[in-house]
């Protein structure tokens, strides 16, 4: 079984006059071996960094059962070499890169944003656990599937060293960066749990999401409200599901959102 995730189980019986299925019930499984020694937000056991095949070199973090890229994907090439083309205007099904606020020099900072199709690099969708999808990711790392996405949720939430406020709901400023791009809009100060309050405060899962926005969603350029990180599971044609850190929900993740395959979003990998 997968460590931090929830399971559903009934017992039935089948016969002649058809099948009765008994009491659903429910449990979540635990991490003895994170717990036990204690390495979250530190580097991943023999794995400090990685590196892609344009040569760019990534930090990693360790969070649970989980080895992450610390920082947002930057390859303009997969890791067979093949150039991955930049893009100036949506496509549904061929693979773009796009720059981080229009802008390429700002590609080194906040990573390329990619479309799904770029992310999945011809794979098949998948919801398991590992997604066994490689897509855009260099050799050894893969593209998280939404059910990976919801084992580091779980994580978080099944841990009080990341709630705010106490509440097992608020995990938002455990994973995001205390980057001072994030915008700090007075109207989000109201929230205690807001990312932008206190920011010396978030982080303490060493994810360090940055709000580096997505390629044509509906949100200027210049909020840094947002990161948004594709999955590798589709939900139908024409959409994908994501996950996102903002500055208006103290509950990061708490629901898979679905958009547009055509959109550019940000991507971290996860170790095989």
Not at 135 to 145: E, L, Q, T
């Amino acid at each position: 079984m997968t460590p931090g995730t929830t399971y559903h189980i009934r017992a039935y019986a089948t016969n002649s006059a058809g099948t009765a299925y008994g009491e659903e019930l429910s449990f979540t499984t635990t991490h003895p071996v994170a717990d036990s020694v204690l390495i979250d937000a530190q580097t991943c056991p023999g794995a400090d960094t990685m590196m892609d095949i344009d040569g760019n070199v990534y930090k990693t973090v360790q969070i649970g059962l989980q080895c992450w890229m610390k920082e947002n994907l930057r390859t303009t090439r997969y890791a067979d070499g093949t150039v991955i083309p930049i893009g100036y205007i949506r496509y549904h099904d061929v693979a773009h890169r796009y720059s981080p606020f229009g802008m390429e020099s700002l590609a080194s900072r906040y990573g390329w944003l990619y479309n799904w199709p770029a992310v999945m690099h011809g794979d098949s969708t998948s919801n398991t656990n590992p997604s066994g999808v490689q897509g855009i990711c260099p050799n050894g790392w893969h593209v998280p599937s939404k059910e990976e996405w919801q084992q580091l949720r779980q994580y978080l939430r099944s841990d009080s060293r990341y709630w705010c406020e106490g509440d097992s709901m608020n995990i938002s400023k455990a994973l995001a960066s205390s980057d001072i791009f994030w915008n700090n809009n007075n109207d989000f100060w109201t929230n205690p749990c807001a990312v932008t309050n206190n920011p010396t405060a978030n982080n303490a899962s060493g994810f360090s999401a940055i709000p580096a926005e997505c390629f044509d969603c509906n949100t200027a350029w210049s909020t840094h409200t947002c990161a948004h990180y594709w999955t590798a599971t589709l939900e139908s044609l024409p959409y994908a599901y994501f996950e996102r850190v903002d500055v208006w929900n103290a509950n990061a993740f708490l629901i898979h959102f679905c958009e547009l395959k055509s959109l550019g979003f940000s991507v971290r990998c996860l170790r095989d």
